[in-house]
């Protein structure tokens, strides 16, 4: 503990010894706790730092490292921050390698983070301190100790050790060492012997000092306790390993001594030299522990119990043996020692042999020894795992098993994949593979029966493996030897255009297996040699060979009518792609190109239609079509009806006019000529003269068009020719046919995606469209108005009165303004409708009747709702009075000799219609109504009585609702004042106990007795700050002052003079004053009082908030106006003349709405 304090600079006497001090630390700024120099190992005495004789200091608030050679410099100073203060600031040098460079290395904390500070020197000598990276930790640390210059080792304040890798920051174990009882010096820290003449933050740190009981040297770590010295240091790697085989963890010590062979480990002690010899020691090591596990694994086994049982213990076991013997790359003990230990135990040597297969299969494992691949077939044969078997054989080297052997047991268990691997790799044969599988598919292909599946397994096999061998690849995996590639190839070709076979019947045809491939897919065999046509070089054998399976596959095919057209189209197309290129060198005779579109096209044939005309496309566009005389083809196809070729040849003749009739009359295609009439007409690269053509044919076409898809034909005109719409009309005669174009061009509702707007079309056209849609679907053409547009209103009533529409009628009078026309329309259709029901007998159908008359009710009363709003009350009861007295009119004859047969459902229409008037006409006026009809008049008051009483049930409905929603509506208001008046008077809470200006606390400036200021935002200011910040308003006499962060936050700058800016919200809600009473000012009174209460802007903006939250219909008005009805004596909800307050009030208001949610609770 070192405690230096500011003093004098000596005078230098001659002849006396003086020294020259310098202040490092003031008493006042803190003491030094930790003093920690910088030792060098004597390998390390020449390193350029030692000269600097480094010392670093630690007091309570910073670090220093100084330079006490060649003179007195302080090189580094570093604040720690915030940090608890009962830490103790800790110190520990070493040297570590960084970058190839072994420099020092200072390690510094106080609490839980770990600094690394890297020392360097540079070419000019001065020294440099880096930060390295941080060790952010859990526990709060007491000591700090580099046991080596990777792992250090940290003491928490619980006591206990946690060793740590410094480079990854990895914890490798943690030690509990509270037995050690160890020594603090909390007695000295505290100065008890001197009567404790330090600070409280010295003594507080004294707590937990133990510098002096905690040493190291020599990576050891000494602790000292209070009854004896305890050395601890690392094990080394022998020591690690035998530890954890002492434990039984043979596995755990495994995987850590191949961490250590690997160089992965942390902590390391005791391996040294380059890394060959590491790991030879290692890996001599690591076999010992292998024969111990293995004799382990043997001993261990269960020698009772189900076989399941053993086999999971060595399941277990045996893989970790394979695992490391692999690793380790001693193949050789694998299959000879560990092998023979291991096949002491049937059931351990299976689990061997079936560990061996992921190793195989991965090309991990390639060469074993002739016994250990002997019993590993013999063991998956055994247990009927012939998949595995195969897949084991092509990975591996079987050149030393018994070939024959192999081969009879692939073809016995149909491993055909392992039998072609074991002729190639084993004997270098490559055809008698093919020999062996041609004998089992040609068979019946060649009796024209179905294969099995298996057969046709096997056939794929045989293309592949022909295709692989010719591209001088090897089946199933890998290359063929590069000097084995020539011949391999000769071979398969001379194998393929044999004349017969080798047991050659006497009715076997000729070129038996090019047969034979045709007849199993024509299509892949000619691609594989597509295939390796493009492989071959351009020399004379190649060329030879090239045309001589050409002439081959023409000889089988067309001198043979048992392939089918596509084969045959297959073959030609081949063909024609191989003579389309420019380097060919095949000849092929033009006639038989002729004889093949003679067959394709033979208009005596029709099955196989599709078929035919796609392999002749295909022949055509692989570049035959060179091959023939195009007027010909074209007369041909026409005739076979191949109108996919005929649109190929008018095509690259520009001929597309000609191809839309090719579209249609192709009845599998006859949609998409929509699509290329379009793609015609608007992709650029066509000609004026082309289109035009295509236009027109089209126009030719436009009732067929129109038929097929009215939509599309209508999308097609208004796109491309809007300005011919009229002549597009013209041409369709057919009445059904224009009312579905016109329907699908000026209905939006069709979908066709044309901007009505850009259609240049008279009212004329719609008007027709009208017509047509009252003939032939007069039930739709309300909804269609509703959505149309350009057309007269006249001409239109004129259309719908014509075909007896009324209730369109009706609605294009009222769409027109005519109101009282539309409703004698509906109203004669309403009383045709009673009369209708009046007057039926029981035998007619009553439901029909009445539902017609419920729907044209339903229609008569939304007009007249419709429409009320907009007309005065004489108005309003010339459509409702009428309406009502045609619904009561029928319940007039009841007491007459010939009733009507449903009063019931009549009198319930009635009271629909009274309550539908009641929102405009007042009761009043209706029962007035009701009681001037001559028949009510004379005391027949009884027929009506459940009307009256009905509507009298709806007024106390009303008056009930009313006065719920009147209460609602004065609670509500209560709840707003009582928030509103807790927020104006809440108090403000700040944030921080300083200004936001000086950064000052309010309570220690003793400068002047400077008012507090606190706003709404949380933020606090001395108001001389404030002022010097010009952050007031005057306004009336009075200093209004804003918020400076928010203001500057929000970008306003300096704030205006205007004072409705304090209404809008740019200046901050002001301010709560308070003057600091813990240090007034004798001569000054800050304190300040208004003359008379005011809002201030605080209160000004909580009220403005508050408006904003709960905006809608006015409260004061809803409440004034509810009273008013209330008190008044005639009150009732409708009022009876139109300038009544009922007319003038909020709730005639359409756009009122009464929110009867809770408002929203504002936040504190």
Not at 1013 to 1031: A, D, R, T, W
Request: charged share 25%; hydrophobic share 40%.
């Amino acid at each position: 503990m070192l405690n230096m304090k500011r003093s004098g600079k000596p005078m230098r006497v001659m002849g006396v010894r003086t020294c020259e001090s310098r202040c490092l630390f003031s008493g006042s700024k803190g003491e030094v706790c930790c003093i920690e120099p910088l030792h060098s190992k004597p390998e390390l005495k020449d390193h350029p730092i030692t000269q600097f004789s480094l010392l670093a200091m630690a007091s309570l608030t910073k670090i220093l490292v100084i330079g006490l050679k060649p003179s007195l410099k302080v090189w580094m100073t570093f604040p720690y921050g915030r940090m608890d203060p009962s830490s103790v600031p800790l110190l520990a040098w070493h040297f570590v390698a960084v970058h190839n460079y072994v420099n020092p290395m200072l390690a510094f904390c106080r609490g839980d983070v770990v600094h690394f500070l890297l020392v360097k020197r540079d070419e000019s000598g001065a020294i440099h301190v880096t930060k390295q990276k941080h060790l952010h930790l859990y526990y709060d640390l007491i000591n700090f100790t580099w046991i080596n210059s990777r792992t250090v080792v940290l003491l928490d304040s619980v006591e206990k050790l946690h060793v740590i890798d410094r480079q990854t920051q990895e914890e490798l174990e943690t030690v509990e060492i509270s037995e050690v009882q160890l020594v603090y010096n909390s007695s000295h820290f505290k100065s008890l012997a001197t009567g404790g003449n330090v600070s409280q933050a010295l003594a507080l740190v004294g707590e937990k000092a133990c510098y002096q009981s905690i040493s190291s040297y020599g990576g050891q770590i000494f602790y000292l306790g209070t009854k004896s010295v305890y050395v601890m240091m690392l094990r080394s790697w022998r020591e690690r390993v035998d530890h954890l085989l002492k434990q039984d963890c043979l596995t755990e010590a495994l995987a850590l001594a191949w961490s250590f062979h690997e160089g992965k480990a942390k902590a390391v002690v005791g391996l040294s030299g380059d890394a060959s010899k590491r790991k030879a020691v290692v890996a001599d090591r690591m076999v010992e522990i292998l024969f111990h596990y293995a004799d382990r694994a043997l001993k261990k086994c269960p020698d009772q119990g189900k076989i399941q049982v053993m086999e999971q213990h060595f399941q277990d076991m045996v893989p970790v043996i394979v695992d490391y013997c692999l690793l380790l790359e001693r193949k050789d003990l694998l299959f000879s020692q560990m092998y023979d230990k291991l096949s002491e135990n049937s059931v351990a040597k299976g689990v061997f042999l079936e560990c061996l297969e992921p190793y195989i299969l991965s090309d991990k494992l390639v060469g074993m020894t002739p016994q250990v691949m002997k019993d590993l077939i013999v063991h998956f044969q055994d247990k009927k795992l012939m998949e595995n078997v195969e897949a084991l054989i092509v990975h591996m080297d079987i050149t030393s098993l018994d070939i024959q052997q192999v081969v009879l047991m692939c073809w016995e268990n149909r491993l055909y994949d392992a039998m072609i691997y074991v002729y190639n790799r084993g004997m270098n044969e490559f055809i008698s593979p093919m020999e062996k599988l041609f004998r089992v598919i040609a068979p019946p292909l060649n009796a024209g029966r179905t294969l099995t599946d298996e057969q046709v397994v096997m056939g794929n096999k045989l293309l592949v493996y022909i295709s692989c061998c010719l591209a001088g690849r090897a089946y199933p995996l890998g290359d063929i030897p590069e000097d084995l590639v020539p011949l391999v190839k000769n071979q398969v070709f001379e194998f393929l255009i044999r004349l017969h076979s080798a047991e050659a019947s006497s009715e076997e045809e000729i070129y038996p297996y090019v047969r034979t491939l045709l007849h199993f897919d024509t299509r892949e065999f000619l691609n594989v040699l597509a295939l390796t046509f493009e492989d071959f070089k351009n020399d004379k054998q190649a060329v030879e060979y090239q045309q001589r399976i050409v002439d081959i596959l023409l000889k089988v095919m067309v001198e043979n009518s048992d392939f089918t057209p596509s084969q045959v189209g297959c073959l030609f197309t081949f063909l024609a792609r191989q003579l389309a290129k420019p380097d060919n060198t095949l000849f092929v005779n033009r006639t038989l190109f002729d004889q093949v579109l003679e067959f394709l096209c033979s208009p005596d044939d029709d099955s196989r239609h599709s078929e035919r005309q796609q392999v002749l496309l295909e022949l055509l566009q692989a570049g035959g079509i060179v091959q023939f005389e195009e007027s010909r083809l074209i007369r041909m196809a026409e005739k076979a009806e191949f109108y996919q070729i005929c649109e190929f040849m008018y095509e690259r003749e520009h001929q597309y006019d000609k191809i839309i009739d090719c579209y249609l009359r192709d009845p599998l295609r006859e949609e998409e000529v929509f699509n290329y009439i379009h793609n015609i007409l608007s992709i650029p690269g066509h000609s004026a003269e082309e289109k035009q053509s295509v236009w027109q044919k089209a126009m030719d076409h436009i009732e067929e068009l129109v038929s097929l898809r009215p939509g599309k034909a209508a999308e097609l005109v208004a796109t491309h020719f809007s300005e011919q719409i009229e002549t597009v009309i013209k041409k369709l005669q057919n009445q059904v046919l224009l009312f579905k174009f016109l329907r699908s061009l000026l209905d939006p509702r069709e979908g066709i995606h044309v901007n009505q707007e850009l259609l240049q079309m008279s009212p004329c056209v719609t008007e027709q469209f009208i017509e047509l849609l009252c003939q032939f679907s007069p039930n739709q053409v309300v909804e269609t108005l509703q959505v149309l547009e350009c057309y007269r209103l006249e001409e239109t009533i004129q259309i719908t009165q014509k075909y007896q529409l009324h209730e369109v009628t009706a609605y294009l009078l009222e769409k027109k303004g005519d109101i009282h026309g539309a409703f004698l329309i509906m109203l004669q259709r309403l009383q045709s409708k009673l009369q209708e029901i009046t007057h039926q007998d029981e035998k007619t159908k009553e439901e029909l009747s009445l539902k017609d008359v419920e729907d044209t009710m339903v229609e008569t009363i939304a007009l007249c709702q419709r429409n009320s709003h907009n007309l005065n009350q004489q108005q309003r009861e010339a459509l409702w009075f009428p309406l009502l007295e045609a619904m009561m009119a029928p319940q007039k004859l009841s007491g007459s000799a010939a009733p009507h047969l449903h009063p019931d459902a009549l009198k319930s229409l009635t009271m629909q219609v009274l309550n539908s008037m009641a929102a405009f006409i007042a009761l009043p006026s209706i029962l007035q109504r009701i009681l001037q009809d001559p028949v009510y008049g004379k005391g027949k008051l009884g027929e009506i009585q459940g009307l009256i009483l009905g509507m009298l049930d709806t007024f106390n409905y009303e008056q009930t609702l009313l006065e719920t929603t009147t209460s609602l509506l004065n609670q509500d208001l209560h709840w707003s004042l009582c928030n509103l008046r807790a927020s104006v008077t809440r108090g403000l809470n700040p944030k921080q106990d300083y200004c936001s200006i000086c950064l000052q606390q309010y309570k220690r400036r003793q400068e002047m007795a400077d008012e507090i200021i606190v706003f709404s935002c949380g933020h606090l200011y001395h108001s001389f700050c404030l002022q010097n910040k010009e952050c007031t308003i005057e306004t009336e006499g009075q200093t209004r002052w804003t918020c400076y962060k928010c203001s500057s936050s929000n970008k306003v700058g300096k704030l205006s003079e205007n004072s409705s800016e304090i209404k809008t919200g740019k200046t901050a809600p002001s301010q709560v004053k308070m003057s600091p009473s813990c240090h007034p000012s004798k001569g000054d009174s800050t304190v300040k009082a208004a003359s008379e209460p005011v809002l201030d802007p605080q209160q000004i903006q909580a009220f403005d908030q508050l408006c904003r939250l709960y905006r809608g219909s006015s409260r004061l008005a809803l409440l004034t106006e509810l009273s008013q009805n209330r008190s008044s004596e005639s009150y009732r909800p409708f009022s009876g003349s139109q300038s009544g307050p009922a007319f003038n009030s909020v709730f005639q208001n359409e756009n009122f709405q009464l929110q009867l949610i809770p408002p929203p609770v504002t936040e504190d």
